[in-house]
C-alpha cells in the first residue's frame, strides 16, 4: 500500500487546513491515522479512525479542534484541523495502520510526510 498525503501549507494561528492521503490500492483493509512530527521531537500519534469510519481517536491536544475522516469509496481519508496553534507546527504523516481499530496505533505503512506551519 502506498499513502500520499497532500494539504499541508503555511497558516496563521487560528486558521484551518485538510490534509489529505490518497492510497494506491484498491482498499485499504486496516485502520488508518495520522502522527506528526516536529523539528527535535519523536513523532507522535494525532488521529486515526478504524476501518468502517465508525469509530476514531485523537490525542487529546487536538481533541475539539481536528476531525479525522474517511472516504473508502475513495481510498482517501482526511483530516481536518481547525483552530491551529503554533504548537501544531510539524511534519504530518498518514499511516495504515496494523488493525482494524482505531485505538490500536501500530503502524503497518507509512505514507510521506506534509509540512504544516501555523505562524503566531
Known amino acids: 500500500v502506498q499513502l500520499q498525503a497532500s494539504g499541508g501549507g503555511l497558516v496563521q494561528a487560528g486558521g484551518s487546513l485538510r490534509l489529505s492521503c490518497k492510497a494506491s490500492a484498491r482498499t485499504v483493509p486496516y485502520a488508518m491515522g495520522w502522527f506528526r512530527q516536529a523539528p527535535g521531537r519523536e513523532r507522535e500519534f494525532v488521529a486515526a479512525?478504524?476501518?468502517?469510519?465508525?469509530?476514531?481517536d485523537y490525542v487529546d491536544s487536538v481533541k475539539g479542534r481536528f476531525t479525522i475522516s474517511r472516504d473508502n469509496a475513495r481510498n482517501t481519508m482526511y483530516l481536518q484541523m481547525n483552530s491551529l496553534k503554533p504548537e501544531d507546527t510539524a511534519v504530518y504523516y498518514c499511516?495504515?495502520?496494523?488493525?482494524?481499530?482505531?485505538?490500536?496505533?501500530?503502524?503497518?505503512?507509512w505514507g510521506q510526510g506534509t509540512q504544516v506551519t501555523v505562524s503566531s
Open positions: 479512525i478504524s476501518l468502517s469510519g465508525g469509530s476514531t
Open positions: 499511516a495504515a495502520l496494523r488493525s482494524a481499530i482505531a485505538t490500536n496505533h501500530a503502524v503497518n505503512y
